[in-house]
């Protein structure tokens, strides 16, 4: 514009409307790219969101005969998803048909207006001849800076719809303060006081409610309810996987919420119902709580969690035999049985001052269940032990029992409980040939 204008201020004018309808074009097109991108990554989630969730539940589409209907329900996301893509595709289109014409006219008016000026003997052939291979460069450059910047909004577009899913905050923090749970010093001692949860429901009603409860160093405590009388609750608190609302959690008088949440769970193992593996070896996933264990120690601790034997058994897809044996995704390579046995190797390996039993043998036979329990028991040993279970006759031998009921705790022995004749003692008749 400057070289135009130098030689007549005319000559420059079809740059100068050019770049105005240019940064006009640009504020118009590229962020309507980056939206229609974003919206076409979420149609791509969704089709591959519903093809993941019908094929990891493949069994369930056959037993009830859902194929099809399976099929109908992928075909309507692959429909929206095809939808968001002609859409950005058409705006692909006049982006670059706008692009298009907006170059043509700057180089129709900038060469019109020298060869009129020419003409007319106000600019010499020489300054003509600058001015259209210059345009043409404008033309060029103006097409690649507008090209990249398209493709640079469209992946802003995929990138955010991606960061609303793996950028969420923290719901849980350690505090600035937050200092390490010293294992080695850990008695065991919990102690419960006030403690109120609602999972944030404005309705009233309260999970847990005012409970206040102290577990000894070293004592074996079963904890009962029936389902959704909050016993995973408490166990997810006491984890801190929920941020406690009112009350406090003290394990050896440190409030749970002044330590870090990592010193914290290295100091409890847990065993929980639904068992998840690692996709990787049987022995890794073994040690996975005990980093840098040798193969003596996994071995111990498969032995003492019965799973030994059929550890040497198996084989998997790549010839690996034994220990180094792949366990497939989440451990499907493995029977549930076998998997809590190794998920309770697992805790036996990483030996923590407090134990977490959340039906640690449902998925057992009554065989194996038996010979693990003998080993469970000595595992106990010196550790403050925290058992839920379902069925009541795995749990009636330990030193104490909390019976969840409306939010409210009552503590007692077995035989306690049963001369008080409520909640655990209407279990317990259910239990032993009340259904007969």
């Known amino acids: 514009m400057v070289l135009m204008s130098g030689a007549d201020w005319r000559l420059a004018m079809p740059t100068a409307l050019w770049l105005i309808a240019y940064v006009i074009f640009l504020r118009y097109f590229v962020p309507w790219m980056r939206d229609l991108s974003k919206n076409s990554s979420e149609r791509h989630s969704a089709v591959m969101g519903r093809v993941v969730d019908s094929y990891a539940n493949i069994l369930t589409v056959k037993l009830f005969s859902r194929a099809s209907d399976e099929d109908a329900y992928v075909r309507k996301a692959i429909d929206e998803h095809t939808e968001a893509i002609a859409q950005h595709m058409r705006l692909i289109t006049k982006f670059t048909t706008a692009l298009a014409v907006l170059n043509a006219l700057l180089l129709v008016g900038t060469s019109a207006i020298g060869v009129l000026l020419w003409g007319k003997g106000e600019l010499d052939a020489g300054t003509v001849a600058m001015a259209v291979p210059l345009a043409w460069t404008i033309a060029n450059t103006a097409g690649w800076v507008s090209w990249e910047m398209g493709r640079a909004f469209e992946n802003i577009g995929v990138v955010q719809e991606g960061m609303e899913t793996i950028a969420v905050p923290h719901a849980i923090n350690d505090t600035v303060t937050a200092r390490n749970l010293d294992i080695a010093r850990v008695r065991g001692e919990i102690r419960i006081e006030r403690l109120t949860f609602t999972y944030g429901r ?55 919420r002044e330590v870090t949440q990592e010193s914290l769970r290295r100091a409890i193992g847990v065993v929980a119902q639904d068992t998840s593996l690692l996709h990787r070896s049987i022995a890794e996933n073994i040690a996975y709580g005990s980093p ?141 040939g009340g259904f007969l």
């Open 202 to 256: 404005d309705d009233g009603r309260k999970v847990l409610d005012s409970l206040n409860c102290v577990i000894r160093p070293g004592e074996r405590v079963g904890l009962v309810g029936s389902s959704g009388a909050g016993k995973s609750t408490l166990i997810n608190l006491l984890l801190r996987f929920y941020e406690i609302e009112t009350g406090r959690i003290l394990i050896d008088g440190q409030d749970i």
């Open 292 to 432: 840098g264990a040798s193969q003596a120690q996994i071995e111990f601790a498969a032995q003492r969690a019965q799973a030994h034997e059929f550890i040497m058994r198996q084989r998997d897809w790549k010839g690996s035999v034994g220990y180094e044996a792949q366990v497939g995704e989440r451990g499907v390579k493995l029977s549930a049985g076998q998997r809590q046995r190794i998920a309770i190797a697992r805790v036996v390996l990483k030996n923590s001052p407090i134990l977490v039993l959340d039906e640690a043998t449902s998925a057992l036979d009554s065989e194996v269940e038996l010979a693990i329990q003998d080993q469970l028991l000595g595992l106990m040993e010196g550790k403050t032990v925290i058992a839920i279970a379902h069925r009541l006759s795995t749990i009636a031998c330990l030193d104490r029992l909390l019976v969840l009921n409306e939010g409210r705790i009552t503590e007692g022995t077995h035989d306690e409980l049963l001369r008080l004749g409520g909640q655990y003692a209407m279990l317990w008749r259910h239990q032993s």
